[in-house]
């Protein structure tokens, strides 16, 4: 299984954008389906988005329209573009298949949103 390596993450005002990345240790291209999720202090870890082999993506209504998931197999990483940011996507963020390799997850990046 590859590993995983979050990056990108800060503090931001409301209003402001982030551009995530998660690189892989190893050849993506085989993954048909990667996703990025996030985990907010005293909250479950969810699922934000994904985004398939062939470049169909998928959103969690609390982020559609506002955050684009891509990916680029020829450099092993996936993209997390996030706009508009609130105050409630305040979390930490990792990438993982979709569904989940237990054994994937990274150390994730740290995501602050400043009202």
């Known amino acids: 299984q590859v590993q995983l390596v979050e990056s990108g993450g800060g503090l931001v005002q409301a209003g402001g954008s982030l551009r995530l990345s998660c690189a892989a240790s190893?050849?993506?291209?085989?993954?048909?389906?990667m996703g990025w999720y996030r985990q907010a202090p005293g909250k479950q870890r969810e699922l934000v988005a994904t985004?398939?082999?062939?470049?169909?993506?998928n959103y969690a209504d609390s982020v559609e329209g506002r955050f684009t998931i891509s990916r680029d197999n020829a450099k092993n990483t996936v993209y997390l573009q996030m706009n508009s940011l609130r105050p409630e996507d305040t979390a930490v963020y990792y990438c993982?298949?979709?569904?989940?390799?237990?054994?994937?997850w990274g150390q994730g990046t740290q995501v602050t949103v400043s009202s």
């Open positions: 993982n298949t979709y569904p989940v390799a237990v054994a994937s």
């Open positions: 190893g050849s993506i291209s085989s993954i048909n389906t």
């Open positions: 985004v398939t082999s062939g470049g169909r993506t």
